[in-house]
């Protein structure tokens, strides 16, 4: 896997800048719909400092070697890689808002209720970060509610609105009910 010198994959980049261009580009099994891109020698150094552009071709042709061993490409791996830092692309995606983002990676099987490298699940991030627009989007994939963070605390307990807090205990009643009724 291409890697800039963060440990962040091509997805983990286009998850934290909203590119969905990108990452539905990625779990096709086409050629990517990019122009080509000319690539200065100068571009191509391993640097500290290499751009994010050669990342970008980098993984394109990381991407056309692909072609043709579909059957070797487990895209639940990809999903569940984490950079240096130990964030994977639905948490990055959350933590930088980008909600027309998220329906892509569920949709490649994104793990919901996968704990980031601080013990939170994305619904406990977008509550903390009061996203309620994505909190909503998060509970129509049916998260569990019940998980802790390392300090004990669920996802009602992060939100930091009373909007949230609320949908989140309106969430957890209804999933009560509905477990009482079986």
Avoid at 39 to 54: D, H, I, Q
Avoid at 140 to 148: A, D, G, N, V
Wanted: glycine letters at 6%.
């Amino acid at each position: 896997t291409v890697r800039d010198r963060e440990g962040n994959t091509l997805l983990m980049l286009a998850c934290v800048h909203g590119q969905l261009g990108i990452v539905e580009a990625l779990f096709s099994h086409s050629e990517f719909a990019l122009p080509e891109l000319p690539v200065p020698a100068e571009l191509n150094k391993e640097t500290s400092s290499e751009p994010r552009f050669t990342l970008l071709v980098k993984a394109i042709r990381a991407r056309k070697a692909l072609d043709g061993q579909t059957k070797n490409f487990n895209e639940t791996a990809w999903l569940t890689e984490a950079n240096d830092l130990g964030d994977y692309p639905l948490a990055l995606a959350v933590m930088a808002g980008w909600e027309h983002i998220v329906p892509t990676l569920m949709e490649h099987k994104a793990q919901v209720n996968d704990f980031s490298r601080l013990g939170n699940t994305v619904l406990m991030m977008a509550a903390e970060r009061g996203n309620q627009p994505m909190v909503e989007l998060l509970l129509s994939y049916k998260p569990k509610l019940k998980p802790q963070n390392q300090e004990g605390k669920a996802a009602v307990d992060l939100a930091s609105t009373d909007g949230i807090r609320r949908l989140l205990q309106k969430y957890l009643i209804e999933g009560s009910l509905k477990k009482k009724k079986k």
